[in-house]
Nanobody, 115 residues
Framework: QVQLVESGGGLVQAGGPLRLSCAASSSIFSINTMGWFRQPPGKQRELVAFITRGGITDYADSVKGRFTISRDNAKNTVYLQLNSLKPEDTAVYYC?????????WGQGAQVSVSS
């Protein structure tokens, strides 16, 4: 059974950084585009960024220039570096394949940004 485990969330002041990690229990990363998603309080889940197996990336307009997605296929891990955080970045962050699979949603990592 594939599991994706997010870590690295926390409470940070506006303008600060955080780094999220997502570890997989299988070699899924080697064959899939991976994405980071987030669900702000009371809102729908949205795609934040994705990275292909070859390293091509793309970002939501709201995070371009502030967030960076990367992956380490040897470690089955994908990362999201969050810089210049804003209160509106407060959300639960999830990783999944892109497009996402209903079978791979984990518990997510809470990111809270105070003003």
């Amino acid at each position: 059974q594939v599991q994706l485990v997010e870590s690295g969330g926390g409470l940070v002041q506006a303008g600060g950084p955080l780094r999220l990690s997502c570890a997989a229990s299988s070699s899924i990363f080697s064959i899939n585009t991976m994405g980071w998603f987030r669900q702000p309080p009371g809102k729908q889940r949205e795609l934040v960024a994705f990275i292909t197996r070859g390293g091509i990336t793309d970002y939501a307009d709201s995070v371009k220039g502030r967030f960076t997605i990367s992956r380490d296929n040897a470690k089955n891990t994908v990362y999201l570096q969050l810089n210049s955080l804003k209160p509106e970045d407060t959300a639960v962050y999830y990783c999944n394949t892109q497009p996402p699979s209903q079978w791979f949603w984990g518990q997510g990592a809470q990111v809270s940004v105070s003003s």
